[in-house]
């Protein structure tokens, strides 16, 4: 039986093992993160995701001439993330930046603005700016989108979970989100919440949780040229074979829009995938 995976999947998980609630320390980070990339499914795991504060304590746990790809994400002041870019040691590779946008009231277009003077003085590097669900986001997009027409990497994040009911966005909210990227042609992330393949309630909080597999399918038509309300009823979706059957005959070309999302688990989204025929392969954890 094949292991590859098909580049509609590839880079799709990025290895956010240090943050919650998974939590694990760096040194046990570093070594799963070993693991992952010496292992069958490596292409379908992106770098590893570090707050820009604990890079420095990243090259004492590499061995002799290992290199290491990281997501930093932005805890620090916007002007010490150039800085940390430029001050890495040659053995971390920082792949991508992301960082909140800061808000001046609601208003999340100042931040914005920020973040792409980040992407301009980091050279080629990805800058991720997470934006609120909130008034004003579409502005932020258009910053984004503008920022994009002049080759400046920039793309967006968003949050689709976390420790409240308030920070799970409804499937509407998700579906314009998408669509406004999508018309905008701006790349998105997506972070938080997303830990299975469809989607369902969590029964020790009660949230329901989007389902990766919900937003794959979402997007690819989205991509196709899908209407909002399109968008959200396969947000809704808690059979999996409808979206599985969104995969059919697009297994082989490159995600559109969805950059992908972290998760804190490689193990749970590589099992979904597959048990959903998606992923060929054994796994060990």
């Known amino acids: 039986m094949s292991t590859q995976l098909p580049a509609l999947v590839a880079g799709l998980v990025d290895d956010a093992a240090v943050f919650p609630p998974g939590s694990a320390s760096l040194p046990d980070a570093v070594a799963a993160h070993r ?8 292409d379908l795991v992106g770098p590893l995701l570090l707050p820009a504060s604990r ?4 090259p004492a746990l590499l061995g002799d001439g290992e290199r290491i790809a990281v997501g930093m994400i932005g805890d620090v002041p916007l002007g010490e993330l150039t800085k ?12 991508q930046v992301e960082a909140a946008v800061a808000k001046r009231g609601e208003d999340p277009l100042p931040g914005t603005a920020e973040l792409v003077a980040v992407a301009r003085a980091t050279g080629n590097r990805p800058v991720y700016a997470e934006i609120p669900l909130t008034f004003g986001l579409t502005a932020a997009l258009d910053v984004l989108a503008a920022a994009r027409a002049e080759g400046v990497p920039v793309a967006a994040k968003f949050r689709t979970g976390g420790l409240a009911a308030e920070l799970f966005p409804n ?9 406004a990227c999508r018309d905008r042609e701006v790349p998105f992330k997506l972070t938080a919440g997303l830990h299975h393949a469809v989607r369902q309630v969590d029964p020790e909080t009660g949230f329901t949780h989007h389902g990766f597999g919900n937003v794959l399918a979402a997007s690819l038509a989205a991509a196709e040229g899908a209407g909002v309300g399109a968008i959200a009823e396969l947000l809704t979706v808690r059979d999996e074979r409808p979206l599985v059957e969104w995969t059919d005959g697009r297994l082989d070309a490159a995600r559109p829009l969805w950059v992908g999302f972290g998760s804190c688990s490689i193990a749970e989204p590589l099992s979904d995938l597959i048990r959903l025929g998606l992923v060929n392969g054994g796994f060990e954890a």
């Open 35 to 42: 693991r992952h990339r010496a292992a069958w499914y490596a």
């Open 84 to 95: 940390a870019c430029a001050e890495a040691d040659p053995r971390v590779d920082i792949r």
């Open 171 to 179: 499937p509407a909210e998700l579906a314009a989100v998408i669509g």
């Open 55 to 58: 890079l420095v304590k990243l």
